[in-house]
């Protein structure tokens, strides 16, 4: 797997918030059912465009990352404060952006799974029955598409727990696909 094209992009998502960022082969996410069910039945945000039933099934997810040969796992701790959300927002727009910028150098494939529910909207049109207000925007998450978060970063060594209050540090996983 050749690594040094993409480097470049690794280290502007580093400049630019992230904690750490592996070029890693698709074959190291992991892809499972239960995941889209606790999207589903647990989780406050599932009224999103970016959430299911309106995202791909692990199913599709995992046909999805086997067409391709690399991808780039970002991880942030994001450490709690008033401004999480805020640097979050901006943070998951970089990596929108790092895609944009992946498909203009050439890598025509370049997609970007973010961490978590879209939040660029106050009220996400899927509540009112509107199309998405920001579709160049908005990313599904890894979570909704039934990727396991926890195993692929473990799988990729670094370190996710639980949080047990939300004044902890939480580390957040984004997957951009590349070729």
């Known amino acids: 797997m050749d690594i040094y094209d993409l480097e470049k992009y690794c280290e502007k998502a580093l400049r630019a918030g992230a904690t750490n960022a592996k070029i890693t ?18 989780c ?5 465009y970016s959430c299911p039933p309106h995202t ?9 990352l086997d067409s391709y040969n690399r991808a780039i796992l970002f991880h942030v701790e994001a450490p709690y404060s008033r401004e ?8 998951l727009d970089m990596l929108v952006k790092l895609e944009e910028e992946l498909f203009k150098d050439g890598y025509y494939k370049a997609f970007v799974m973010l961490a978590g529910p879209c939040v660029l909207c106050k009220e996400c049109g899927a509540v009112e029955g509107v199309p998405c207000r920001l579709p160049d925007r908005t990313r599904p998450s890894m979570e909704s598409c039934g990727i396991d978060v926890f195993q692929t ?26 070729d």
């Open 153 to 178: 970063a473990r799988n990729n060594g670094f370190f996710i727990t639980t949080l047990k209050e939300k004044s902890e540090t939480q580390n957040l996983y984004c997957l951009m696909l590349v």
């Open 84 to 91: 999480r959300g805020k640097t979050m927002v901006a943070y």
């Open 56 to 64: 791909p099934t692990p199913e599709e997810t995992r046909q999805t």
């Open 25 to 42: 082969s698709p074959d190291t996410v992991v892809t499972a059912p239960w995941v889209r069910f606790k999207c589903l039945f647990g």
């Open 44 to 48: 406050p945000y599932k009224q999103r």
